[in-house]
């Protein structure tokens, strides 16, 4: 099979079946304003009244950054340097591992809304609360931009779907329906649209192999063409692709999201136990694992099918991001309402991701930013001030989505930003929850080391690329009059006065530094972070271990090293007091009330409603911890 320059637009069935996607989605919203507690109260519209339960809490956890970007750019990447971005498999599972374990159990215990109000409890410092926020705000209104921009994008160069109309599509209505149906609809919508992306990808991989001439056909051709590689293991950090770049690399980048993201983190808070919340994090390695797999084989039947006759190098797209749209509608335009079905899933990981970061958002400014400094606001009208929230946050993102063109490879570019913001905010939350001398000095100014390491390799990167290796690509399978045209424009490129670009022997020698793989970014930062946090925190003063509330502290030395005595683990502990669980609840009701060290807002809402008191009594979630060392 060859690519064709000529490919068909989109019919009436396909327009049916992507307005489908959007009332579905929009009435999904619809349903939960007007049913249960109709999002009257805070508790409902940012925590679903935490009695979620575990199996679409994982599923949204799952799609909320399996955005467009990845359904564009997995496949892409597969396409064109081949498979080693399946070891992010591996990575995933240590990422679970570690946000299940270390990370969800201190913001469980707590009894959050905003990830960030731990800060403050840990640090006894707003500043570094207020710094982390706004950090997460930048971080989710640069991401969700890409996520809105890229899809609609690469749907308008290949097949001509309006540009800016889908823009305001896509953000209009999840605006919509996460403004009116709070996190319950952000939740659910998820679940639908993961179904919905499941259907797409399996469309392209069982019609495009069918064309090929089977799965056998399709791996013999990408085992010719390079395209299957899972060994290599270099140990050069300027490799883009490695065994340890990504197992390691990834594992930072990834952790920045499922560790300690508002976002996430705010999902897993919604189930009704610990135990939910853990199985919800949990149930993530196959589901990621699944649309993982779902993406790889759809980039490597697309290459099976294009192996003689690159669309890009003959003209019919203009960027890697554009495969998979042109693909689609190259084999799936025969039957119409199946490009409609794939469009549907790629806009359905873009809604899934900015209803995600919609909600986050209006969660971390309204607890991070509005109360506090309007500290006795009437829940009703906090209700509605974080509905606004989320409308403003909405709009922002589409008059942030345009920037995103400049940014390359949606894949690249989206993993970039959370290495380089998400790195230091996982820093930041690292260093408080495993480092019990740090400070709020310390902590301050890790964060800024961080973000000026990261955005300073980071950008150095963007400037002067590095060089990648990649498997070759062909046109010598296309139609006569594309392959002369091609070294025609080449002949021609060659005779022009046009400067070629610049040669990298000609960077300069610091560009060396920026050669580094971007899945670095984040560990980067994170050792940044630490190493200029707890030296600030020893030079200015650190705190001292016994002094720190337990609750919000890991026990890492009970996490990695069970197997030892107690009495061995609890010199681990380095002065924290998890044994002195009594003494640390007595002194809690003494200063923070009947209710131990749990959120301000949280024991507000409780001395106001003495039912949902009661109700948290009863199911358990006011009690202490289970854990040996007192957590």
């Known amino acids: 099979m060859t690519a064709s320059p000529n490919i068909p637009s989109f019919a009436i069935a396909d327009y049916v079946i992507f307005s489908l996607l959007l009332a579905v989605s929009a009435g999904i919203g619809i349903f939960h304003a007007l049913t249960g507690g109709r999002q009257k109260t805070t508790h409902e519209f940012l925590m679903a009244n935490r009695n979620m339960n575990p199996a679409p809490v994982a599923m949204s956890l799952t799609v909320s950054f399996m955005s467009a970007i990845t359904i564009l750019g997995t496949p892409a990447e597969h396409y064109v340097y081949g498979s080693m971005y399946s070891l992010f498999g591996i990575s995933y599972t240590l990422v679970m591992i570690c946000a299940a374990e270390l990370y969800m159990p201190v913001f469980y215990h707590l009894r959050l809304t905003s990830a960030y109000e731990y800060l403050e409890i840990r640090f006894n410092s707003k500043l570094i609360r207020i710094m982390g926020a706004i950090t997460f705000m930048c971080q989710m209104v640069l991401y969700m931009g890409i996520a809105i921009y890229a899809p609609s994008l690469a749907l308008n160069a290949v097949t001509g779907f309006t540009l800016w109309g889908s823009v305001l599509t896509c953000g209009l209505v999840c605006t919509f329906y996460t403004t009116i149906g709070g996190m319950k609809a952000v939740l659910w919508t998820d679940v639908f649209q993961l179904g919905v992306m499941i259907a797409g990808f399996l469309a392209v991989i069982i019609q495009g192999s069918i064309n090929v001439g089977g799965w056998g056909k399709v791996m013999e051709i990408c085992e010719e063409g390079g395209r299957i590689e899972f060994d290599n293991f270099s140990f050069d950090p300027t490799v883009r692709h490695s065994f340890w770049s990504i197992c390691i690399g990834g594992v930072f980048t990834w952790l920045a999201i499922y560790g300690i993201n508002q976002s996430q983190v705010q999902r897993y808070l919604t189930c009704r136990s610990e135990r939910d919340a853990r199985i919800a994090i949990y149930?993530?390695?196959?589901?990621?694992?699944?649309?993982?797999?779902?993406?790889?084989?759809?980039?490597?039947?697309?290459?099976?099918?294009?192996?003689?006759?690159?669309?890009?190098?003959?003209?019919?797209?203009?960027?890697?991001?554009?495969?998979?749209?042109?693909?689609?509608m190259d084999i799936l335009s025969f039957l119409p309402g199946l490009p409609g079905l794939f469009v549907s899933c790629m806009f359905s990981g873009a809604l899934s991701t900015v209803s995600s970061g919609l909600n986050s958002l209006a969660a971390v400014a309204g607890e991070d930013l509005v109360r506090q400094y309007w500290k006795n606001i009437p829940d009703e009208r906090y209700t509605w001030i974080t509905k606004g929230l989320a409308l403003l946050f909405g709009l922002l993102s589409l008059f942030m989505a345009w920037i995103s063109s400049m940014m390359g490879d949606v894949l690249q570019a989206a993993l970039s930003i959370f290495g380089m913001i998400g790195g230091p905010l996982l820093g930041l939350f690292s260093l408080a929850m495993f480092f019990p001398w740090a400070n709020w000095k310390g902590a301050a100014s890790g964060l800024i080391s961080g973000l000026i390491m990261?955005?300073?390799?980071?950008?150095?990167?963007?400037?002067?690329?590095?060089?990648?290796?990649?498997p070759p690509l062909t046109t010598a399978g296309c139609?006569?009059?594309?392959?002369?045209?091609?070294?025609t424009m080449a002949a021609m490129t060659m005779g022009t006065t046009t400067p070629a670009p610049l040669p990298q022997d000609s960077y300069p020698e610091i560009a060396n530094y920026y050669a580094i793989s971007y899945l670095y970014y984040g560990a980067i930062a994170w050792l940044t972070v630490i190493f200029v946090g707890l030296l600030v925190s020893f030079i200015t003063g650190f705190t001292k271990p016994e002094d720190v509330n337990p609750k919000t502290i890991c026990p890492l030395v009970d996490k990695c090293c069970c197997c030892l005595s107690k009495r061995t683990r609890t010199s681990g502990y380095f002065g924290v007091r998890f044994g002195d669980v009594d003494d640390v609840k007595k002194e809690e009701e003494e200063k923070y009330g009947p209710y131990g060290m749990i959120s301000v807002e949280v024991q507000a809402d409780l001395d106001e409603d003495p039912e949902k008191t009661k109700a948290m009594e009863a199911n358990g979630t006011m009690t202490g911890l289970e854990h040996e060392s007192g957590l």
Request: proline fraction near 7%.
């Open 283 to 328: 149930l993530n390695v196959p589901g990621l694992g699944l649309i993982l797999a779902l993406a790889a084989c759809s980039g490597l039947v697309m290459y099976a099918h294009y192996h003689d006759c690159d669309p890009k190098s003959a003209g019919y797209v203009s960027a890697n991001d554009q495969l998979m749209p042109y693909f689609v």
């Open 454 to 470: 990261s955005f300073w390799v980071g950008i150095g990167g963007f400037l002067y690329k590095p060089h990648v290796d990649k």
């Open 479 to 487: 139609p006569t009059e594309i392959n002369n045209m091609t070294t």
